[in-house]
Protein backbone atom coordinates (compact mmCIF):
# COMPACT_ATOMS: atom_id res chain seq x y z
CA UNK A 1 0.00 0.00 0.00
CA UNK A 2 1.41 3.57 -1.14
CA UNK A 3 -0.14 5.49 1.46
CA UNK A 4 0.51 9.08 -0.05
CA UNK A 5 -1.31 8.11 -3.12
CA UNK A 6 -3.59 5.39 -1.77
CA UNK A 7 -2.93 2.82 -4.40
CA UNK A 8 -2.71 -0.86 -4.07
CA UNK A 9 0.27 -2.56 -4.81
CA UNK A 10 -0.33 -5.90 -5.64
CA UNK A 11 3.21 -6.80 -6.87
CA UNK A 12 5.87 -9.28 -6.00
CA UNK A 13 5.94 -7.70 -2.54
CA UNK A 14 2.40 -8.34 -1.95
CA UNK A 15 1.54 -11.48 -4.23
CA UNK A 16 -2.48 -11.23 -4.48
CA UNK A 17 -3.17 -7.76 -2.09
CA UNK A 18 -6.23 -6.46 -4.15
CA UNK A 19 -7.53 -10.09 -4.12
CA UNK A 20 -7.51 -10.37 -0.58
CA UNK A 21 -8.33 -7.07 0.29
CA UNK A 22 -11.93 -7.89 -2.15
CA UNK A 23 -12.13 -11.09 -0.35
CA UNK A 24 -12.03 -9.00 3.31
CA UNK A 25 -14.57 -6.67 2.33
CA UNK A 26 -16.65 -9.38 0.94
CA UNK A 27 -16.76 -11.51 4.26
CA UNK A 28 -17.63 -7.62 6.14
CA UNK A 29 -20.32 -7.35 3.66
CA UNK A 30 -21.80 -10.71 4.02
CA UNK A 31 -24.85 -11.60 6.43
CA UNK A 32 -23.99 -14.64 7.56
CA UNK A 33 -20.18 -13.45 8.31
CA UNK A 34 -19.65 -12.87 12.01
CA UNK A 35 -17.90 -9.39 11.02
CA UNK A 36 -20.87 -8.17 9.24
CA UNK A 37 -21.02 -4.27 9.68
CA UNK A 38 -24.06 -3.18 11.48
CA UNK A 39 -25.34 -0.05 10.24
CA UNK A 40 -28.13 1.21 13.03
CA UNK A 41 -30.28 4.09 12.73
CA UNK A 42 -30.43 6.20 15.85
CA UNK A 43 -33.11 5.85 18.43
CA UNK A 44 -35.62 8.19 19.41
CA UNK A 45 -35.65 8.26 23.02
CA UNK A 46 -39.62 8.98 23.61
CA UNK A 47 -39.56 12.48 25.67
CA UNK A 48 -43.47 12.77 25.46
CA UNK A 49 -46.14 10.85 26.67
CA UNK A 50 -49.27 10.13 25.38
CA UNK A 51 -51.01 12.85 27.24
CA UNK A 52 -48.17 14.61 26.52
CA UNK A 53 -48.96 14.21 22.37
CA UNK A 54 -52.70 14.50 23.16
CA UNK A 55 -52.62 17.78 24.46
CA UNK A 56 -50.53 19.26 21.81
CA UNK A 57 -52.27 17.92 18.96
CA UNK A 58 -55.79 19.43 20.73
CA UNK A 59 -54.16 22.27 21.52
CA UNK A 60 -53.76 22.81 17.58
CA UNK A 61 -56.66 21.34 16.91
CA UNK A 62 -58.63 24.09 18.23
CA UNK A 63 -56.60 26.97 16.98
CA UNK A 64 -57.26 25.93 13.41
CA UNK A 65 -60.82 24.76 14.27
CA UNK A 66 -63.34 25.46 11.74
CA UNK A 67 -63.55 29.42 10.64
CA UNK A 68 -60.93 30.08 13.09
CA UNK A 69 -57.38 31.95 12.55
CA UNK A 70 -55.30 33.79 14.97
CA UNK A 71 -54.62 37.05 15.71
CA UNK A 72 -51.35 37.89 15.67
CA UNK A 73 -50.79 40.78 18.19
CA UNK A 74 -46.85 40.21 19.02
CA UNK A 75 -46.17 43.03 17.37
CA UNK A 76 -42.62 44.32 19.37
CA UNK A 77 -41.98 47.79 21.19
CA UNK A 78 -40.29 49.08 18.02
CA UNK A 79 -43.02 47.87 15.59
CA UNK A 80 -45.80 49.14 17.30
CA UNK A 81 -43.73 52.67 16.95
CA UNK A 82 -43.86 52.57 13.52
CA UNK A 83 -47.74 52.01 13.86
CA UNK A 84 -48.64 54.53 15.78
CA UNK A 85 -46.39 57.38 14.20
CA UNK A 86 -48.44 56.58 11.05
CA UNK A 87 -51.59 57.64 12.91
CA UNK A 88 -49.33 60.16 15.27
CA UNK A 89 -49.77 58.85 18.43
CA UNK A 90 -47.80 58.44 21.03
CA UNK A 91 -45.93 54.97 21.68
CA UNK A 92 -46.58 54.36 25.29
CA UNK A 93 -47.16 51.78 27.47
CA UNK A 94 -50.71 52.68 28.24
CA UNK A 95 -51.82 53.35 24.49
CA UNK A 96 -50.10 49.71 23.78
CA UNK A 97 -52.65 48.74 26.57
CA UNK A 98 -55.53 50.65 25.32
CA UNK A 99 -55.25 49.96 21.43
CA UNK A 100 -55.01 45.84 22.31
CA UNK A 101 -57.42 46.21 25.07
CA UNK A 102 -59.98 47.30 21.71
CA UNK A 103 -58.93 43.65 19.76
CA UNK A 104 -59.50 41.19 22.55
CA UNK A 105 -62.74 43.24 23.77
CA UNK A 106 -64.80 43.31 20.42
CA UNK A 107 -67.74 41.99 20.95
CA UNK A 108 -68.97 38.19 20.15
CA UNK A 109 -68.78 38.47 16.11
CA UNK A 110 -65.32 38.24 16.65
CA UNK A 111 -65.15 35.15 19.18
CA UNK A 112 -66.22 32.52 16.54
CA UNK A 113 -63.65 34.05 13.67
CA UNK A 114 -60.37 33.78 16.28
CA UNK A 115 -58.40 30.31 17.35
CA UNK A 116 -55.59 31.92 18.79
CA UNK A 117 -53.75 35.19 19.85
CA UNK A 118 -50.37 35.47 20.23
CA UNK A 119 -48.95 38.50 22.50
CA UNK A 120 -45.72 39.73 22.97
CA UNK A 121 -44.05 39.86 26.24
CA UNK A 122 -45.10 43.42 27.55
CA UNK A 123 -49.18 42.00 26.52
CA UNK A 124 -49.29 39.58 28.28
CA UNK A 125 -48.62 41.04 31.75
CA UNK A 126 -51.11 43.74 31.01
CA UNK A 127 -54.64 44.11 32.10
CA UNK A 128 -57.77 44.94 30.94
CA UNK A 129 -59.69 48.20 32.52
CA UNK A 130 -61.62 45.86 34.55
CA UNK A 131 -58.62 44.44 36.13
CA UNK A 132 -58.09 41.22 33.80
CA UNK A 133 -55.34 39.98 32.66
CA UNK A 134 -55.00 39.56 29.21
CA UNK A 135 -54.42 36.05 29.10
CA UNK A 136 -57.44 35.71 31.40
CA UNK A 137 -59.96 37.73 29.33
CA UNK A 138 -58.31 36.22 25.75
CA UNK A 139 -59.00 32.48 27.41
CA UNK A 140 -63.06 33.62 29.26
CA UNK A 141 -63.89 34.25 25.28
CA UNK A 142 -62.33 30.34 24.31
CA UNK A 143 -59.33 31.73 22.36
CA UNK A 144 -55.81 29.88 23.14
CA UNK A 145 -53.24 32.26 24.28
CA UNK A 146 -49.74 31.95 22.40
CA UNK A 147 -46.67 33.85 22.81
CA UNK A 148 -43.89 35.42 20.53
CA UNK A 149 -40.56 33.87 22.11
CA UNK A 150 -37.80 34.42 19.63
CA UNK A 151 -35.38 37.42 20.13
CA UNK A 152 -35.21 38.68 16.73
CA UNK A 153 -33.00 38.01 13.33
CA UNK A 154 -29.06 38.97 13.90
CA UNK A 155 -26.53 38.86 10.60
CA UNK A 156 -25.18 35.25 9.71
CA UNK A 157 -21.56 35.44 8.95
CA UNK A 158 -20.22 34.70 5.77
CA UNK A 159 -23.51 35.27 3.68
CA UNK A 160 -24.75 37.82 1.43
CA UNK A 161 -26.83 39.96 4.17
CA UNK A 162 -28.47 37.16 4.95
CA UNK A 163 -29.78 36.30 9.22
CA UNK A 164 -30.69 33.40 11.43
CA UNK A 165 -33.06 34.14 14.83
CA UNK A 166 -31.28 34.17 18.32
CA UNK A 167 -33.25 33.74 21.39
CA UNK A 168 -32.62 29.99 21.78
CA UNK A 169 -30.16 30.65 25.01
CA UNK A 170 -33.10 30.55 28.09
CA UNK A 171 -35.64 29.35 26.10
CA UNK A 172 -35.91 26.32 27.87
CA UNK A 173 -36.58 28.31 31.19
CA UNK A 174 -39.08 31.08 29.22
CA UNK A 175 -41.35 28.28 28.39
CA UNK A 176 -41.62 26.96 31.76
CA UNK A 177 -42.87 30.23 32.69
CA UNK A 178 -44.99 30.49 29.60
CA UNK A 179 -46.56 27.94 30.57
CA UNK A 180 -47.34 28.63 34.36
CA UNK A 181 -48.69 32.02 32.84
CA UNK A 182 -51.06 30.37 30.31
CA UNK A 183 -49.70 30.20 27.40
CA UNK A 184 -50.57 27.14 24.91
CA UNK A 185 -48.62 27.95 22.07
CA UNK A 186 -45.53 30.03 20.71
CA UNK A 187 -44.15 31.88 17.99
CA UNK A 188 -40.84 31.90 15.90
CA UNK A 189 -39.96 33.70 12.90
CA UNK A 190 -36.87 33.27 11.15
CA UNK A 191 -36.42 35.20 7.61
CA UNK A 192 -35.04 34.37 4.65
CA UNK A 193 -34.78 36.46 1.00
CA UNK A 194 -34.73 35.76 -2.58
CA UNK A 195 -31.67 37.66 -4.68
CA UNK A 196 -29.58 36.34 -6.90
CA UNK A 197 -27.43 34.68 -4.32
CA UNK A 198 -29.64 33.78 -2.08
CA UNK A 199 -31.24 32.09 0.06
CA UNK A 200 -27.73 30.43 0.50
CA UNK A 201 -27.34 26.46 1.34
CA UNK A 202 -25.78 27.63 4.66
CA UNK A 203 -28.49 30.20 5.36
CA UNK A 204 -31.65 27.38 5.11
CA UNK A 205 -29.92 24.91 7.24
CA UNK A 206 -29.09 27.36 10.00
CA UNK A 207 -32.42 28.62 10.55
CA UNK A 208 -34.42 25.31 9.48
CA UNK A 209 -32.29 23.80 12.71
CA UNK A 210 -32.75 27.12 14.87
CA UNK A 211 -37.10 26.55 13.88
CA UNK A 212 -36.32 22.53 14.77
CA UNK A 213 -35.09 23.21 18.38
CA UNK A 214 -37.34 26.25 19.51
CA UNK A 215 -39.97 23.64 18.47
CA UNK A 216 -38.46 20.46 20.45
CA UNK A 217 -38.37 22.63 23.54
CA UNK A 218 -41.68 24.24 23.46
CA UNK A 219 -42.92 20.92 23.40
CA UNK A 220 -41.29 19.21 26.13
CA UNK A 221 -43.14 22.10 28.20
CA UNK A 222 -46.95 21.35 26.69
CA UNK A 223 -46.51 24.59 24.19
CA UNK A 224 -47.59 23.83 20.45
CA UNK A 225 -44.73 25.62 18.35
CA UNK A 226 -45.70 27.46 15.24
CA UNK A 227 -42.85 26.83 12.95
CA UNK A 228 -42.99 30.42 10.77
CA UNK A 229 -39.82 30.38 7.87
CA UNK A 230 -40.87 33.94 6.45
CA UNK A 231 -39.20 34.33 2.89
CA UNK A 232 -39.79 38.02 2.07
CA UNK A 233 -41.76 39.30 -0.58
CA UNK A 234 -38.87 42.11 -1.03
CA UNK A 235 -37.41 41.50 -4.56
CA UNK A 236 -38.25 40.94 -8.53
CA UNK A 237 -37.94 37.65 -9.10
CA UNK A 238 -41.35 36.11 -10.26
CA UNK A 239 -43.78 33.27 -9.14
CA UNK A 240 -41.65 30.26 -10.28
CA UNK A 241 -38.85 31.06 -8.36
CA UNK A 242 -40.43 32.08 -5.29
CA UNK A 243 -42.24 28.39 -5.04
CA UNK A 244 -39.15 26.73 -5.73
CA UNK A 245 -37.56 28.12 -3.12
CA UNK A 246 -40.73 27.77 -0.73
CA UNK A 247 -40.57 24.49 -1.69
CA UNK A 248 -36.56 23.98 -0.77
CA UNK A 249 -37.10 26.02 2.79
CA UNK A 250 -40.21 23.62 3.53
CA UNK A 251 -38.19 20.35 2.69
CA UNK A 252 -35.44 21.16 4.75
CA UNK A 253 -37.65 22.44 7.57
CA UNK A 254 -39.35 19.02 7.70
CA UNK A 255 -36.21 17.47 7.54
CA UNK A 256 -34.91 18.97 10.25
CA UNK A 257 -38.41 18.62 12.50
CA UNK A 258 -37.74 14.91 11.95
CA UNK A 259 -34.19 15.08 12.74
CA UNK A 260 -35.51 16.59 16.26
CA UNK A 261 -38.06 14.61 16.53
CA UNK A 262 -40.75 17.01 17.06
CA UNK A 263 -43.92 15.26 17.27
CA UNK A 264 -45.81 16.85 13.85
CA UNK A 265 -49.20 16.72 15.41
CA UNK A 266 -48.54 19.29 17.80
CA UNK A 267 -47.32 21.86 15.84
CA UNK A 268 -48.72 24.27 13.36
CA UNK A 269 -46.91 26.01 10.19
CA UNK A 270 -46.97 29.91 9.46
CA UNK A 271 -45.76 30.39 6.06
CA UNK A 272 -45.17 32.56 3.59
CA UNK A 273 -47.71 32.71 0.55
CA UNK A 274 -46.41 31.96 -2.97
CA UNK A 275 -46.27 35.47 -4.10
CA UNK A 276 -43.95 36.90 -7.00
CA UNK A 277 -41.43 39.78 -5.67
CA UNK A 278 -43.06 43.05 -4.73
CA UNK A 279 -41.03 44.89 -7.58
CA UNK A 280 -41.99 41.92 -10.26
CA UNK A 281 -43.24 43.04 -13.44
CA UNK A 282 -46.09 40.80 -13.93
CA UNK A 283 -48.71 40.86 -11.92
CA UNK A 284 -50.35 37.42 -11.33
CA UNK A 285 -53.79 36.08 -10.53
CA UNK A 286 -55.40 35.03 -7.06
CA UNK A 287 -55.78 31.73 -9.10
CA UNK A 288 -52.23 31.42 -10.30
CA UNK A 289 -50.80 32.38 -6.39
CA UNK A 290 -53.19 29.88 -5.11
CA UNK A 291 -52.43 27.04 -6.90
CA UNK A 292 -48.12 27.59 -6.98
CA UNK A 293 -49.28 27.75 -3.05
CA UNK A 294 -51.20 24.94 -2.20
CA UNK A 295 -48.41 22.90 -4.94
CA UNK A 296 -45.78 23.70 -2.93
CA UNK A 297 -47.25 23.02 0.53
CA UNK A 298 -48.82 19.17 -0.96
CA UNK A 299 -44.68 18.82 -2.34
CA UNK A 300 -43.44 19.45 1.02
CA UNK A 301 -45.94 19.82 4.19
CA UNK A 302 -46.67 16.13 6.04
CA UNK A 303 -50.29 16.01 6.30
CA UNK A 304 -49.88 15.18 9.92
CA UNK A 305 -49.39 18.95 10.30
CA UNK A 306 -52.86 20.30 11.70
CA UNK A 307 -53.15 23.57 10.45
CA UNK A 308 -51.01 26.14 7.94
CA UNK A 309 -51.75 29.50 9.21
CA UNK A 310 -50.62 31.94 6.78
CA UNK A 311 -48.79 34.79 7.51
CA UNK A 312 -49.86 38.03 4.93
CA UNK A 313 -46.45 39.09 3.93
CA UNK A 314 -47.65 42.89 3.43
CA UNK A 315 -50.27 42.17 0.94
CA UNK A 316 -53.58 44.64 1.66
CA UNK A 317 -56.19 43.41 4.14
CA UNK A 318 -58.31 42.57 1.40
CA UNK A 319 -56.00 40.86 -1.18
CA UNK A 320 -54.48 38.84 1.85
CA UNK A 321 -58.47 37.98 2.27
CA UNK A 322 -59.20 36.61 -1.21
CA UNK A 323 -55.84 34.76 -1.57
CA UNK A 324 -56.87 32.69 1.50
CA UNK A 325 -60.22 32.11 0.10
CA UNK A 326 -59.23 31.09 -3.59
CA UNK A 327 -56.75 28.67 -1.79
CA UNK A 328 -59.22 27.03 0.27
CA UNK A 329 -61.22 26.93 -2.97
CA UNK A 330 -58.56 25.61 -4.93
CA UNK A 331 -59.36 21.65 -6.26
CA UNK A 332 -56.14 19.73 -5.19
CA UNK A 333 -56.45 17.54 -1.91
CA UNK A 334 -55.47 19.63 1.60
CA UNK A 335 -55.10 17.69 4.04
CA UNK A 336 -54.80 20.41 6.59
CA UNK A 337 -56.68 23.26 7.62
CA UNK A 338 -55.84 26.47 5.56
CA UNK A 339 -56.33 29.78 7.84
CA UNK A 340 -54.92 32.76 8.67
CA UNK A 341 -52.12 33.93 11.27
CA UNK A 342 -52.59 38.08 10.44
CA UNK A 343 -50.89 41.11 12.45
CA UNK A 344 -51.39 43.77 10.00
CA UNK A 345 -53.84 42.13 7.36
CA UNK A 346 -56.46 42.20 10.48
CA UNK A 347 -55.21 45.55 12.06
CA UNK A 348 -54.57 48.09 9.20
CA UNK A 349 -57.79 49.59 8.91
CA UNK A 350 -59.11 49.38 13.15
CA UNK A 351 -55.67 51.39 13.43
CA UNK A 352 -56.55 54.14 11.29
CA UNK A 353 -60.07 54.15 12.45
CA UNK A 354 -58.65 54.07 15.82
CA UNK A 355 -56.26 57.01 15.50
CA UNK A 356 -55.14 57.10 19.17
CA UNK A 357 -58.16 58.77 20.25
CA UNK A 358 -60.00 57.24 22.85
CA UNK A 359 -63.85 57.80 21.18
CA UNK A 360 -62.74 56.10 18.40
CA UNK A 361 -63.14 52.68 20.33
CA UNK A 362 -65.85 51.50 18.61
CA UNK A 363 -65.26 52.68 15.45
CA UNK A 364 -61.75 50.95 15.56
CA UNK A 365 -63.37 47.40 16.88
CA UNK A 366 -65.96 47.74 13.36
CA UNK A 367 -62.75 47.58 11.17
CA UNK A 368 -61.31 44.75 12.98
CA UNK A 369 -64.71 42.89 13.06
CA UNK A 370 -65.13 43.29 9.91
CA UNK A 371 -61.52 41.97 9.19
CA UNK A 372 -62.37 38.74 11.64
CA UNK A 373 -65.56 37.91 9.25
CA UNK A 374 -63.99 38.23 6.24
CA UNK A 375 -61.14 35.83 6.94
CA UNK A 376 -62.95 33.41 9.03
CA UNK A 377 -65.25 33.15 5.75
CA UNK A 378 -61.89 33.17 3.57
CA UNK A 379 -60.70 30.00 5.64
CA UNK A 380 -63.74 28.16 4.37
CA UNK A 381 -63.90 29.50 0.92
CA UNK A 382 -67.10 31.85 1.48
CA UNK A 383 -65.79 35.05 1.46
CA UNK A 384 -67.74 37.24 -1.31
CA UNK A 385 -65.41 40.38 -1.32
CA UNK A 386 -67.45 43.69 -1.62
CA UNK A 387 -64.42 45.83 -2.71
CA UNK A 388 -66.27 48.78 -0.60
CA UNK A 389 -63.42 49.80 1.59
CA UNK A 390 -60.32 51.89 0.39
CA UNK A 391 -58.40 51.42 2.99
CA UNK A 392 -58.61 47.77 2.95
CA UNK A 393 -56.89 47.73 -0.48
CA UNK A 394 -53.78 49.69 0.76
CA UNK A 395 -50.51 48.00 0.28
CA UNK A 396 -49.08 47.08 3.54
CA UNK A 397 -45.44 46.03 2.15
CA UNK A 398 -43.09 47.23 4.09
CA UNK A 399 -39.21 46.40 3.01
CA UNK A 400 -37.11 43.94 4.92
CA UNK A 401 -40.08 44.02 7.61
CA UNK A 402 -38.49 43.32 11.13
CA UNK A 403 -40.70 43.28 13.95
Known amino acids: MRGHTGRINSGPGRPGGCRRLQSDLLSLSSPSSPATLQVK ?17 DIAHKIVAQGKGILAADESTGSVAKRF ?10 NRRL ?25 LYQKTDAGKTFPQHVKSRGWVVGIKVDKGVVPLAGTNGETTTQGLDGLYERCAQYKKDGCDFAKWRCVLKITSTTPSRLAIIENCNVLAR ?43 LSDH ?23 YTHQDIAMATITALRRTVPPAVPGITFLSGGQSEEEASINLNVMNQCPLHRP ?12 ASALKAWGGKPGNGKAAQEEFIKRALANSLACQGKYVSSGDSAAAGESLFVANHAY
Open 99 to 123: YRQLLFTADERAGPCIGGVIFFHET
Open 85 to 94: QSINTENTEE
Open 336 to 347: WAITFSYGRALQ
Open 261 to 283: HVYLEGTLLKPNMVTAGHSCSHK
Open 41 to 57: MPHAFPFLTPDQKKELS
Open 214 to 256: YASICQMHGIVPIVEPEILPDGDHDLKRTQYVTEKVLAAMYKA
